[in-house]
């Protein structure tokens, strides 16, 4: 902050010092009169200053920003007369030779004082419009970084509740699986609170970043499916295939999980043989992860579970990887299909 004021105040004093020298810039080799150069370019130089400065850090405020628009323009167009007429006082009492040249060249060519008073006007509206296209410009870049900023806390304050919202929902559906094996398999039962245990450990302290690495998801999730496996009968078949090196791709934590959960809740059947296919292929900075399982629609009087895991991943996605991602779920021949594909940074 002390560096760009700095910088600015530099800026200023660099364009100040150029147009002051401006007249020498320009007639560079030939000789100069001094009382001329200070009537007709440093004193107004000096007055387009104090115009500049006093909109810019005072009238712009507060009046142009308020729309007190009329006052604005009354208070600038004082102040112009006024420097114009100041102007013409100095160099009648200070610069009389040069009043008595410019009568005479006005004898001679005719009356210029129109013109010239519509040029000194014009010198002194220069800085005045610089000066609200300035703080203008300022003041939108201020408004923007501001709505920028209410935009992210939105954003992460959303993430954030979806993050928590997961969380739960993870562990009630993890523990409704494991109360099934309570009275069927205790010593898996027992199993499976401690493998949860190391998952939720997980969860709760590794996955408060805004990204992580996919290789610590993968093996999240290769601990979750042999999880379930406990669970599910002979005739369930589950195949999966993960990247076995490393990536050092980074994502969102607990994206996919939603999607595993879904596949063991609705593809799985007690009576009848189960097939759940599992892919996840990185290629570049692409991530596409697939699940296929058989359809077995959840029954009404089944309360396991809250139903928000897609609904969740669906809206973690839209703002992690807003026109980076494509999902899409399909059910053919009772088979349901999951495609996910990301695009990381």
Same mark, same amino acid.
């Given at each position: 902050?002390?560096?760009?004021? &700095?910088?600015?105040?530099?800026?200023?004093?660099?364009?100040?010092?150029?147009?002051?020298?401006?007249?020498?810039?320009?007639?560079?080799?030939?000789? %100069?009169?001094?009382?001329?150069?200070?009537?007709?370019?440093?004193?107004? *130089?000096?007055?387009?200053?104090?115009?500049?400065?006093?909109?810019?850090? #005072?009238?712009? $405020?507060?009046?142009?920003?308020? @729309? @007190?628009?009329?006052?604005?323009?009354? #208070?600038?167009?004082?102040?112009?007369?006024?420097?114009?007429?100041? @102007?013409?006082?100095?160099?009648?009492?200070?610069?009389?030779?040069?009043?008595?040249?410019? =009568?005479?060249?006005?004898?001679?060519?005719?009356?210029?004082?129109?013109?010239?008073?519509?040029? %000194?006007?014009?010198?002194?509206?220069?800085?005045?419009?610089? /000066?609200? /296209?300035?703080?203008?410009?300022?003041?939108?870049?201020? &408004?923007? /970084? !501001?709505?920028?900023?209410?935009?992210?806390?939105?954003?992460?304050?959303?993430? %954030?509740? *979806?993050?928590? %919202?997961?969380?739960?929902?993870?562990?009630?559906?993890? *523990? $409704?699986?494991?109360?099934?094996?309570?009275?069927?398999?205790?010593?898996?039962?027992?199993?499976?609170?401690?493998?949860?245990? !190391?998952?939720?450990?997980?969860?709760?302290?590794?996955?408060?970043?805004?990204?992580?690495?996919?290789?610590?998801?993968?093996?999240?999730? !290769? !601990?979750?499916?042999?999880?379930?496996?406990?669970?599910?009968?002979?005739?369930?078949?589950?195949?999966?295939?993960?990247?076995? @090196?490393?990536?050092?791709?980074?994502?969102?934590?607990?994206?996919?999980?939603?999607?595993?959960?879904? /596949?063991?809740?609705? +593809?799985?059947?007690?009576?009848?043989?189960?097939?759940?296919?599992?892919?996840?292929?990185?290629?570049?900075?692409?991530? &596409?992860?697939?699940?296929?399982?058989?359809?077995?629609?959840?029954?009404?009087?089944?309360?396991? +579970?809250? +139903?928000? +895991?897609?609904?969740?991943?669906?809206?973690? =996605?839209?703002?992690?990887?807003?026109?980076?991602?494509?999902?899409?779920?399909? =059910?053919?021949?009772?088979?349901?299909?999951?495609?996910?594909?990301?695009?990381? &940074?």
């Amino acid at each position: 902050m002390y560096k760009n004021k &700095t910088i600015t105040i530099f800026l200023h004093i660099l364009v100040w010092l150029t147009l002051f020298c401006l007249p020498y810039l320009l007639s560079y080799g030939q000789e %100069q009169e001094l009382d001329r150069v200070k009537a007709h370019f440093w004193i107004p *130089l000096f007055f387009s200053a104090i115009v500049f400065y006093i909109n810019y850090f #005072v009238l712009v $405020n507060r009046y142009l920003f308020p @729309k @007190k628009m009329l006052q604005f323009i009354l #208070v600038n167009l004082g102040l112009i007369l006024f420097f114009l007429f100041f @102007k013409e006082y100095i160099e009648d009492h200070y610069f009389q030779e040069l009043v008595k040249k410019r =009568l005479e060249n006005t004898r001679r060519i005719g009356p210029p004082f129109k013109i010239a008073i519509y040029i %000194q006007i014009l010198t002194y509206m220069a800085p005045l419009f610089l /000066a609200v /296209a300035l703080k203008t410009t300022k003041q939108w870049v201020k &408004t923007e /970084a !501001k709505r920028k900023e209410a935009a992210n806390f939105k954003l992460q304050s959303e993430l %954030q509740h *979806l993050h928590y %919202q997961l969380q739960p929902h993870f562990f009630f559906n993890s *523990l $409704n699986n494991i109360y099934a094996m309570v009275d069927i398999s205790p010593d898996q039962a027992k199993t499976s609170i401690h493998s949860l245990s !190391k998952l939720m450990r997980y969860m709760l302290y590794e996955t408060n970043v805004e990204s992580i690495l996919l290789s610590k998801e993968i093996d999240f999730m !290769k !601990k979750y499916i042999d999880l379930m496996k406990l669970r599910v009968s002979d005739k369930t078949v589950v195949n999966y295939s993960f990247p076995v @090196k490393e990536t050092g791709i980074k994502i969102a934590p607990l994206l996919f999980i939603s999607l595993i959960e879904n /596949a063991f809740k609705h +593809g799985v059947s007690a009576s009848k043989e189960s097939l759940i296919a599992i892919d996840m292929i990185c290629k570049d900075k692409t991530v &596409t992860f697939t699940i296929e399982n058989d359809n077995y629609p959840k029954l009404s009087e089944d309360k396991s +579970g809250s +139903g928000i +895991g897609l609904q969740n991943i669906v809206k973690r =996605l839209e703002l992690l990887y807003p026109d980076r991602h494509e999902f899409k779920t399909t =059910l053919k021949a009772d088979r349901f299909l999951v495609h996910l594909e990301i695009e990381t &940074t």
